[in-house]
């Protein structure tokens, strides 16, 4: 047995050694050409299964077969273009794009020795299509990813981007997720969406997301082991026929999936003619990282099967310490399926963009920000479905993290998310997290908006911007922003964690808000047991919220089981529809607060069809005391009686005794409560919002028509866009959305050979650290 251990162990430690040692290529280039041209290559000598095969520096080889002969190796230190005009496949174990004569077999790190390429200098190249030239429709490019016995099966195989250009680019879609028009049920095999989409094919594999509420006991994901969830409500079907906004699907429907109102289903299209895939799904899967100072991006390409379960770093899409050398790069339009390790993951990376993507089935958490230094990226308008529990990945990070499933997760507020939906994921719509541990200090270094760099307490960096996002049919909760400690997550009151324009419906917890200086402005709420819930009051403003048919506790008394409130908190706008309750009220006041003098004050209440045994507000959660030492002050404005302030405290109070004005309302005030007329008290402003942040601009496309430069890019901002400018000249904002402006603009032929982005807000903030892009870098 002895013998056998030694002799594994001398086997690893070879394999290792040798992966670490240059390779020696079986093919090489010999000049650009066709892949399928014995010319193209050294000695006549096409490539062969299990070969090593090198483009050399200065060739630009078309890919040109579809070949199930599986390479071990390929590195690109020169350009490999895929064809246009006919169908590929590839079959590889590694594709390294790197620079230099030699490399090695490493599928995670880059090549010590390899020369970097100078800025705005040519750099290798795997093209697969490019945004300016797509791979057309009707001609599908694949790269299956194989493992080859004796490689490292913790890094292998991939595609890894080592300082070189990694383009992936299929045929462009209007929309690759849309809501449905109409409710679709069991034994329905047409579903009808809100437009046309005349880019959807025939054959496609598509998926219609669930109607269903999961909540906190249907799921289990792969965190014990247990697989899928229980009860899965989202259906896969194949489209059989196209007509407008009407899919004909290839099977009935089992599940109920809603088209009304606020409740309206997704339908998603998972196909795309470029698949990056793992060659054997059950078996040992691939992986692809882009490394600092490489170029490129993707954009409506299919990524499937890949991701290595519980192993660091090994994802389908990875951007890996690029910090802003791949600014206004991205991933747009992608499908990301059937993940066994996250869809999407920006690591110490700044200024991507991440649009229209639909991430589905996922081990952990599914579009993943990794280290809390992650700044500046714009998550706009994708789709998270199926993002399961899982463990915590070895020596990850943030040790903090349980993996535990969510759409989105993201520990540093300066980024922008917008647009975005989230559902039947095991635990998160959407996790804000941040904490301070044993391990983990949040004094980071981050790069502020005049680019220079400082030692930064990230629990006190607000959003950038969170605005119009939905969360539904998710295992847990639907929103959760910061940590389990009081005060140790939030902003000032000049700059507090602002969202906006949430929707949340079909969820166990709605909104939980563990955040200090805090803004929510518009929220509706539909079908769920607890609307706000466990609020950290200290400094909170809450605007515009609708809760329809919340079942338990549609606002929660305070944080925990100490139910009490840090600081004052203000509601305006509160209206209650259809919540039919039991024990507890509509309102749930907590009984105590940190310090005293601390108020809650409400205005614009509107109740309908709402009632409760407990009252419409009273006391609840946390300890029960006989005596409460620091009551907060609660005000009703112009509630239940207009033109009037009513004060509201608990019978437990000390000074109930010394004020007999305070009474019982029939069907107002519940047992515990005691109310009183207020005079002079006046409605607060909490909250100071400054804007002094200037925006973000990213240089998204550049192409050529009629000798004609047309540049393209997003522009973001926790305000709004007024400006945009391209080497000094106006740029024209084609849309705008939640403090995102799409623009573009056309630059006559001149000598400039970069392209410099600027934008300004309409708070005048100008922006410092500029977008600067290379007429090399066109991608």
Known sequence: ????????????????????????????SANSGNWSDVGTWEAGRKPQAGDFVQIRSGHTVEYDVHSGDALRMLHVAGNLRFSRTKSTLLDVGLIKIEPGTTTTEDGFDCHDDAPAALPGGVKPALEIGSRESPIPAGIKATIRLRHHKGTNAETLPAIIACGGRFDVHG?????????????????????TLESAVPDWRVGDRIIVTTGDLKGPDAGGGFRQGLGRPKKPGTEECLIKAVDGAVLTLDRALKFVHHGQGLMRCEAANLSRNVVIESAEPGGVRGHTMYHRDSIGGISYAEFRHLGKDGVLGKYPIHFHLVRDTMRGSGVIGASIWDSHNRWVTIHGTDHLIVRDCVGYQSRGHGYFLEDA???WNLLDRNLAVQAFGSAPLPKQVLSYDPNDGA??????????????????NDRYGYHFQIVKTSVFDPVMQLRGPDGKSAGQDVRAVPFLRFEDNESHGNGLFGFRFGDEVHGSVGGT???PFVVRNLRSWQEHYAVRPNVRCFMLDGLKVRN???????????????????????????INGGHDDDSLADGDFTYERLTFRNCRLGRDPLVQLTHRAAKPGLSGHFRGIVVIN????????????GPRTNRVDNPVRYYFHDWPAAGEVTRVISERSLDIESRGDFRIIDGWTGGEARAGIAAGVVFPQLLHLSDNLPPATLITQVRTEDNRRIVSGVSHDNGEIATVSVNGQPATITARHAGVADWTITLEASNDRAYVGRSVDRAGNVEHTTHQRFESDRR
């Open 407 to 424: 759409g989105f997760w993201w520990a540093n507020g300066r980024n922008t998310l917008t647009r975005n939906v989230s559902c039947e």
């Open 610 to 621: 709402s009632v409760s045994n407990d009252g419409v507000v009273n006391f609840g959660g």
């Open 493 to 495: 009151p000049q700059h």
């Open 528 to 554: 769920a047991a607890y609307g706000i819930y466990h609020p950290d009051y200290d400094l909170h403003v809450y605007r515009d919220i609708e809760l329809d048919n919340v079942t338990a506790e549609p």
């Open 1 to 28: 047995m002895m013998k056998w251990t030694v002799f594994a162990c001398l086997l690893l430690f070879a394999t290792a050694l040798s992966a670490a040692e240059p390779v020696t290529f079986n093919a090489r």
């Open 171 to 191: 045929e462009p879609m209007a929309r690759t997720w849309l809501k449905l028009a109409k409710p679709a049920g069991p034994g329905d095999t047409r579903i």
């Open 373 to 375: 230094t992650e700044q």
